[in-house]
């Protein structure tokens, strides 16, 4: 059974930078056959995708984001992370990690960790 | 980019069927995935593939694609089904799209 488990501070300052880690278990982030995501969802609102990165390194991000995310791997810990630069009230959310079950572009997010709250306050 | 729309809420009494569509252009052109929100709790996968049931995920819950609506189906609803619904497909074959999400009340 794989599992999926966010951590990291659940308080970050104003134009910070936010980071969060997601351990995977029962499973190995160096497989071939599945995408590594980040999704978010603000206090009373919907999901939103924020990036998803391959075995290979490679990763594609939601260009709303611009330039301030960064999502990384290390193999050596079978995990997964995402930094998230100069925060504000509006990157305040529970921050999801999910491994997408397939191939990208057609597969559905068949794990998901159990959300991280991230709160954006001085 | 790709929008999907969903009905805010649905209301349904016990025992009856919840239908929850997910509109977008073409959508029958894509696969659509639907998952299931509790308060507090990440998504749960309930359909994948327009129509297919992860393992696990009870009969009564069924999906279907054509046109420009997906519908995930609830049959006999339970008390236990109250949560919030949303849809999922693939803009291109880069970018996951979420629905607006549709709260099912179980009256």
């Known amino acids: ?3 999926l488990q966010e951590s990291g501070p659940g308080l970050v300052k104003p134009l910070q930078t936010l980071s969060l880690t997601c351990t995977v278990s029962g499973g190995s982030i160096s497989s071939t056959l599945y995408y590594w995501s980040w999704i978010r969802q603000s206090p009373g609102r919907g999901l939103e995708w924020l990036g ?3 075995h290979t390194g490679g990763t594609f991000n939601n260009l709303s984001l611009k330039s301030r995310i960064t999502i990384s791997l290390d193999t050596s ?3 997964f992370s995402l930094k998230l630069t100069s925060v504000t ?3 305040t ?3 999801f990690c999910a491994r997408v079950g397939g191939t990208a572009g057609n597969s559905p997010f068949d794990y998901w960790g159990q959300g991280a709250l991230v709160t954006v306050s001085s | 980019s790709y929008v999907l729309t969903q009905p ?3 209301s349904v009494v016990p025992g009856e ?5 997910c509109g977008g252009d073409s959508i029958q052109s894509k696969s659509v995935h639907w998952y299931q929100q509790k308060p507090g709790q990440a998504p749960v996968l309930v359909i994948n593939y327009d129509s297919d049931r992860p393992s696990g995920i009870p009969e009564r819950f069924s999906g279907s694609n054509s046109g420009n609506t997906a519908t995930l189906t609830i049959s006999r609803v339970e008390a236990g089904d109250e949560a ?6 693939w803009d291109s074959s880069t970018d996951p799209v979420f629905g607006t999400g549709t709260k099912v009340t179980v009256l």
């Open chain 2, 8 to 10: 805010p809420s649905v």
């Open chain 1, 52 to 54: 998803y990165i391959y």
């Open chain 1, 89 to 91: 009230a509006a990157d």
């Open chain 1, 93 to 95: 959310a529970v921050y």
């Open chain 2, 84 to 89: 919030d619904y949303y849809c999922q497909v």
């Open chain 1, 77 to 79: 810990k079978n995990q």
């Open chain 2, 17 to 21: 069927t919840a239908r929850i569509t």
């Open chain 1, 1 to 3: 059974q794989v599992k």
